[in-house]
T-cell receptor, first 116, second 113 residues
Framework: DARVTQTPRHKVTEMGQEVTMRCQPILGHNTVFWYRQTMMQGLELLAYFRNRAPLDDSGMPKDRFSAEMPDATLATLKIQPSEPRDSAVYFCASGLVPPKEGYGYTFGSGTRLTVV | QQQVKQSPQSLIVQKGGISIINCAYENTAFDYFPWYQQFPGKGPALLIAIRPDVSEKKEGRFTISFNKSAKQFSLHIMDSQPGDSATYFC????????????FGTGTRLKVLA
């Protein structure tokens, strides 16, 4: 089965440090999303890309977060400087748009970030 | 207008019972409604989805009921099993333009053995 691969799975870092999370979308998918999941806020959309171009990053705190797709096989989400309130699980999801049969986005297993 | 409201927040059901999770939306432009299932430590996985041209879709023990006039849709899990214990998210999307999902807040389901 094709899957979305996220690294690292877990990250513990000190406040103020830079954090980089990586995502390898499914080959052939042209749309990539970054979500943040917390108990309080549920699944928040941070940013998404179509054909590697950013379409919407209005959900991201611009002063510290940045998202890029340097190539079709890699999406990155960076936080600099990190803060304790950034502690959450970050998910990447990919899909093909326009969709074929069985339209739906495939999520990775997430990166659990803890900022102390 | 972009919100999807999901209820209940948590649900406890006896094995063999019916689990029902409800969602409501405001934006009439939404035309695709998927449900995702998430187990602890995993990412959400697509479970079942419906378009507004049908009122019901069934896949095994999982059924989506859709009420276009009320702008509501629900997930029914028949003969609920302990293995169904997970968090369930509804979502709404337009099948044009951005195609982005608006997720509900999630329902944590526990099925007692």
């Amino acid at each position: 089965d094709a899957r979305v691969t996220q690294t690292p799975r877990h990250k513990v870092t000190e406040m103020g440090q830079e954090v980089t999370m990586r995502c390898q979308p499914i080959l052939g998918h042209n749309t990539v999303f970054w979500y943040r999941q917390t108990m309080m806020q549920g699944l928040e959309l941070l940013a998404y890309f179509r054909n590697r171009a950013p379409l919407d990053d209005s959900g991201m705190p611009k002063d510290r977060f940045s998202a890029e797709m340097p190539d079709a096989t890699l999406a990155t989400l960076k936080i600099q400087p990190s803060e304790p309130r950034d502690s959450a699980v970050y998910f990447c999801a990919s899909g093909l748009v326009p969709p074929k049969e069985g339209y739906g986005y495939t999520f990775g297993s997430g990166t659990r970030l803890t900022v102390v | 207008q972009q919100q999807v409201k999901q209820s209940p927040q948590s649900l406890i059901v006896q094995k063999g019972g019916i689990s029902i999770i409800n969602c409501a939306y405001e934006n009439t432009a939404f035309d695709y409604f998927p449900w995702y299932q998430q187990f602890p430590g995993k990412g959400p996985a697509l479970l079942i989805a419906i378009r507004p041209d049908v009122s019901e879709k069934k896949e095994g023990r999982f059924t989506i009921s859709f009420n276009k006039s009320a702008k509501q849709f629900s997930l029914h899990i028949m003969d609920s099993q302990p293995g169904d214990s997970a968090t369930y998210f509804c979502a709404a999307s337009r099948t044009s333009g951005t195609y982005k999902y608006i997720f509900g807040t999630g329902t944590r389901l526990k099925v007692l053995a």
